[in-house]
């Protein structure tokens, strides 16, 4: 993240201007995300949670050293990795994909980001698939050398652990035993990257991770954001305070278990960041007893959903036309991105 001097007037308008330059975003990019519409708008209502002005301008210096991840950005972080990928494995070829599931039926932005892989990286619709189980339809597990798993993030390292875990392992074994495990994804925290390793020694596994990016905590003495440790110090307090005021489990306080994260992806917020970017709005301001307005939401997905009805002629239109919709705009992106 880059060095920020705490200002005496950092403007609404300033702060959104710079959020867009620093991810590089221009008016186009934000047609196609809903994330991104009325922007403006949603970092006023955001900053009507705070109380005080000099509250604001540490909630505004973190907005401007917020990293946001769109589709084409993931697009390009996807297509490197698939590079490094193919450079360090020599049988590449000899290679299944697949997204990191996660359990109980919660959702799993994994399911997002298989067709931008997919597509950015022309990788054959054989090769990949959003079950594991698919796979004993197309190839014998003997003949696989290696499996790739594509996420957007590793955080604590808790979600692919368990896949790999109670998934992978406990009904697939022979799907993972004596092959070689690769994970593409955007971002890594060190702490993930360790809880993996420790996991992959312990299972006797092969495991490597490939990512462009990891996340410094904003709050780092000596690679945070803010250079004087009297504003480092006072901005902590103040997030801590508005945190404690929203969360619903105390371990996502300053980002789950403290991980000071500013990160979101067009499709969601990973728990790693503030909660005063994304806690919900069932969550409630004590300024003024009015919900909290987040910037990002953050959607943590619904377990125990009730049996899918069939669907009818009507909604199997829907979905066709939602799926077209979906494909001209991923068609859009990449052709941006490789033109």
């Known amino acids: 993240m880059t060095k920020d001097v705490l200002k005496n007037q950092e403007t609404v308008i300033d702060s959104f201007k710079t959020f867009f330059e620093n991810n590089q975003i221009d008016e186009r990019d934000i047609v196609d995300d809903d994330r991104l519409d009325n922007f ?19 909630f505004l210096v973190l907005l401007k050293n917020y990293s946001y991840y769109n589709k084409l950005s993931i697009a390009q972080s996807f297509i490197n990795g698939f590079n490094m990928f193919k450079k360090i494995e020599t049988y590449h070829n000899d ?7 996660s359990r109980g039926g919660i959702f799993n932005g994994s399911s997002e980001l298989i067709p931008i892989f997919k597509r950015s990286n022309k990788i054959d619709k054989l090769r ?10 197309k190839y ?38 004596g092959k070689k495990i690769y994970i593409i994804c955007v971002i890594a925290l060190e702490k993930g990257l360790s809880t993996l390793n420790k996991f992959a020694v312990k299972n006797n596994l092969f495991l490597e991770v490939i990512n462009e990016y990891g996340i410094e905590k904003a709050f780092d003495k000596n690679k945070g954001i803010f250079i004087s440790e009297k504003e480092r110090i006072n901005a902590k307090k103040i997030v801590r305070k508005y945190d404690e005021k929203i969360v619903k489990r105390e371990i996502d306080i ?7 994260g500013l990160v979101s992806f067009y499709h969601n917020t990973p728990n790693n960041t503030f ?10 301001s004590e300024i003024n007893n009015t919900p909290w307005s987040p910037i ?3 959607d943590e997905g619904i377990s125990g959903l009730p049996e899918r009805e069939i ?9 066709k036309k939602e799926k077209e919709f979906k494909d001209r705009l991923l068609s859009k992106i990449l052709k941006k991105l490789f033109d």
């Open 40 to 58: 403006e708008q949603k970092v006023k209502a955001w900053l009507n949670n705070v109380e005080t002005e000099e509250e604001k301008q540490i």
């Open 95 to 101: 290679t299944i994909y697949m997204g990191v599931g």
């Open 128 to 137: 990949i698939v959003e079950k594991p189980r698919d796979f004993y339809e």
């Open 140 to 177: 014998d597990p003997k003949d696989v050398k290696n499996v790739v798993l594509v996420d957007d993030i590793i955080g604590s390292g808790t979600t692919v652990k368990r896949y790999l875990e109670e998934n992978l392992l406990r009904n697939y074994p022979e799907l993972i035993l």
């Open 254 to 260: 300053l980002g789950f278990k403290e991980s000071q």
């Open 275 to 284: 909660p005063i970017f994304w806690e919900d709005p069932e969550s409630r």
């Open 296 to 298: 990002f939401g953050r």
């Open 311 to 319: 669907p009818t002629h009507k909604d199997l239109g829907t979905i």
